[in-house]
């Protein structure tokens, strides 16, 4: 029985709530609101004395009439606005008052009946049911509720916590790209180096004009820059020329020419003895002993094979038989041109010294030798005749 009344309440009270929420509030109408509360404001008119003590009719109709017109329309519309507003109220009274007395009469039977039937139970069980629902649901939005906002308690944390952190990872990425721009800085000057290298390195890179150089000219372009002293082709030998390249091609100190480069492939001389006398006219003068022989152009037969071409220096020198005039003559044979006399050297009777020298621009394969025509040398172990050979410049062929 507790529990009936207990659902009749809450019904009674959710009707009752619904039924507030149909009524109109004719308190909060606008219109009603600013002419109850705004006194009406009547227009102030100075009135002498006189004036005061004449006609009261006369007084009134010193008022703006248009104004009081207006005003008293608004109050019309006011009393008319508060009448259908009445009515409507008095209609939800009399409803709302036909649904008390209908609840009253079912909770009368209720009285009456001592037990409920089945659909009453059921009905009160479902209603008893959502009651604990509404009860957990309730539990369950507060639970919600906490933890939505320890979840925005938290959230605002992490979020505080999350923006410390970007703005200390702001400033890492700030400092590293200033790190980035050093180092991109850096990276522009070496490769600005790198370039500037490279292309000194081109400029001073090995080239070539197909030949040996002849000129200063030459040697600047093969690469030659700083100007001094060279070593050049010339037409058969080595020069030296001393090169000015802050100068032009044409002008007359661009190149000078000091000399001659004593440049030899490899080294040419000898030097010949007898032991012994000789007499054999008319054939070419042996020698038994060759104290030097470089090159290997000398033989002891007494014929000399040029090497190389250049420019050869030759001394002979004897003594000459008691009694007989001595004399030796040096021949030349070349590639064209069969022996031929180069020069005599002659000894007197009484064992005089005789010489010979010659100095010859020989080809390679060209040959020198020394024929006694007539008379006889003196020689034995003292070694009186002497026969010399040197290179003294070798022709270098481009």
């Known amino acids: 029985m507790k529990q009936t009344i207990i659902l009749i309440f809450v019904s009674l009270t959710a009707y009752g709530l619904s039924a507030s929420d149909q009524q109109p509030t004719t308190w909060t109408n606008p219109y009603f609101y600013y002419h109850y509360n705004t006194p009406l404001d009547l227009p102030t008119q100075k009135v002498s004395t006189d004036e005061k003590a004449g006609n009261q009719q006369q007084l009134f ?11 008293l329309g608004s109050h019309v519309v006011l009393l008319t606005t508060c009448l259908r507003d009445l009515k409507t109220t008095k209609a939800d009274l009399v409803h709302t008052h036909s649904e008390v007395e209908t609840v009253k009469k079912e909770l009368n039977k209720l009285k009456e009946n001592s037990q409920f039937n089945s659909t009453s139970i059921q009905i009160l069980a479902n209603a008893m049911a959502t009651v604990e629902n509404l009860k957990k649901e309730m539990i369950t939005k507060t639970d919600l509720a906490h933890t939505t906002q320890r979840l925005d308690e938290t959230h605002a944390s992490r979020v505080e916590s999350l923006k410390k952190e970007l703005k200390s990872s702001q400033a890492k990425m700030e400092t590293m790209l200033n790190v980035v ?11 600005s180096s790198f370039e500037a290298m490279k292309k000194e390195l081109n400029a001073n890179a090995a080239s070539s ?31 030296n020329v001393y090169c000015d390249f802050t100068k032009t091609i044409n002008d007359t100190g661009f190149q000078k020419v000091i000399g001659h480069v004593d440049v030899k492939t490899s080294s040419v001389y000898f030097h010949a003895q007898r032991s012994s006398p000789y007499t054999t ?15 290997n152009a000398m033989s002891v037969t007494g014929i000399f094979v040029t090497p190389k071409p250049g420019k050869y220096l030759f001394i002979y020198s004897g003594i000459g038989e008691i009694h007989v005039v001595a004399r030796v003559e040096m021949q030349l044979k070349t590639a064209t041109v069969d022996w031929s006399r180069i020069g005599q050297a002659y000894g007197g009777i009484t064992h005089q010294t005789f010489s010979l020298q010659a100095n010859l ?11 006694l025509l007539e008379g006889a040398i003196l020689d034995n172990e003292n070694h009186y005749t002497n026969f010399i050979g040197q290179l003294l410049e070798e022709e270098i062929l481009p």
């Open 61 to 71: 109709t010193n008022y703006n009439d248009h104004s009081m017109q207006n005003t």
């Open 181 to 191: 721009e050093s180092v991109k800085t850096e990276f522009t000057h070496v490769l």
């Open 209 to 239: 004009i197909g030949r040996m150089p002849k000129s200063c000219d030459d040697l600047q372009k093969i690469g030659h820059r700083k100007s001094g002293l060279f070593s050049v082709m010339g037409d058969k030998t080595v020069d």
């Open 281 to 295: 006219r008319n054939t070419v003068i042996p020698f038994d002993l060759l104290r030097l022989n470089v090159g």
């Open 361 to 371: 621009e020989l080809a390679k394969g060209d040959q020198i030798r020394l024929m």
